[in-house]
């Protein structure tokens, strides 16, 4: 019978290598409390092996970064999804925002490339079920869209082929493929070519499946986003602003990531101080249980610097023409 020092030895040497094929550095496992740590501190990014460097962006909190593997990885496929077509703005939304956090993440560490654009591509019957890109929209999030590239093709053999094509290129800030449905062209087979393309360049790519289901594919990441109730906007006297939003929320459920189990989290959006806040259900009860008689009527409520809103023009040049002839269809 072996010694327990000879199998502790070859324990070890058996972790490391399974460590070296899933690219991730070897941590002992007397160490648990270093590891927690790092992730819990995530910076920008961390080494996964002496070779290479996995560009990394973190959202900030331990509980949601750990179930990522420390956040959303800047050089493979992240899978992005939603079951029902209301859904779209809100998923569209989330990913815009975090493919900025991308594009600000990549020029704090190449900043000799400089700003690098976002591609958006929109397969065709994605762009008739959800609409197309607001531009004054992306502004409203605190996304430039003159940073940004808009690429509509006519079908979507052409969609998969600029997506490609984008993949492979280290001049993009993130890409943005969104479809509708599970076309069988974005397989595992299709997937994964996508995924080793933004593998080899560095960059992100995101797949935002309008009305789909949930299936196989090469991602690293697959996300399932449904809009969350938005928060009242709370002033600083602890008073509620009545008939009032805080910020965009999103509810994020983590379909395929490294916890075994499905994973739920809220999001809030700060448009101000552009970084996302994780909604606990401490915050919504606290939310909630104002009483109705503290809510704020911002016309009504008096201060001591209040100044009254501006009348409107009674003779403008924008008037309401008089109505014309009326023809009535049967």
């Not at 927690?36 to 070779?51: A, F, G, P, T, V």
């Not at 079920?129 to 929209?137: A, K, N, R, T």
């Not at 993130?174 to 509708?180: D, K, P």
């Amino acid at each position: 019978m072996m010694n327990s020092g000879i199998k502790k030895h070859e324990l070890s040497e058996l972790r490391q290598q399974i460590a070296e094929i899933e690219e991730r550095q070897f941590m002992c496992l007397n160490e648990p409390d270093k590891e927690q740590e790092k992730l819990s501190n995530i910076k920008s990014y961390r080494i996964r092996n002496k070779k290479d460097k996995n560009y990394i962006f973190p959202f900030g909190y331990s509980s949601l970064d750990e179930c990522l593997d420390g956040g959303i990885f800047l050089n493979a496929l992240t899978e992005f999804r939603t079951d029902e077509a209301r859904h779209v703005g809100s998923a569209s939304g989330f990913v815009w925002i975090l493919a900025q956090q991308m594009q600000k993440l990549i020029y704090n560490l190449e900043p000799a490339y400089g700003t690098l654009p976002i591609l958006w591509i929109g397969e065709v019957s994605a762009k008739l079920e959800g609409g197309q890109i607001y531009p004054p929209g992306l502004l409203s999030l605190g996304i430039d869209p003159s940073q940004c590239i808009f690429v509509q093709p006519r079908t979507l053999n052409d969609a998969l082929w600029a997506a490609e094509l984008a993949a492979k290129q280290t001049a993009l800030a993130a890409t943005i493929l969104e479809v509708r449905g599970n076309p069988g062209e974005l397989d595992m087979a299709g997937t994964r070519r996508l995924h080793l393309r933004a593998q080899a360049a560095k960059r992100p790519f995101f797949l935002l499946r309008q009305s789909s289901e949930p299936e196989a594919t090469a991602a690293r990441t697959r996300i399932f986003i449904k809009p969350a109730a938005a928060s009242s906007k709370i002033l600083p006297s602890q008073q509620k602003f009545s008939n009032s939003l805080q910020y965009s929320a999103f509810q994020l459920l983590l379909e395929k990531s490294k916890s075994p189990s499905l994973q739920s989290f809220i999001l809030e959006w700060n448009h101000d101080a552009q970084s996302f806040h994780k909604r606990t259900d401490q915050d919504w009860a606290k939310n909630q249980d104002h009483d109705q008689h503290t809510d704020v009527d911002v016309y009504k409520y008096q201060s001591s610097n209040f100044v009254d809103r501006s009348s409107l023009s009674g003779n403008g040049p924008n008037q309401a023409k008089e109505m014309g002839r009326v023809v009535a269809f049967g």
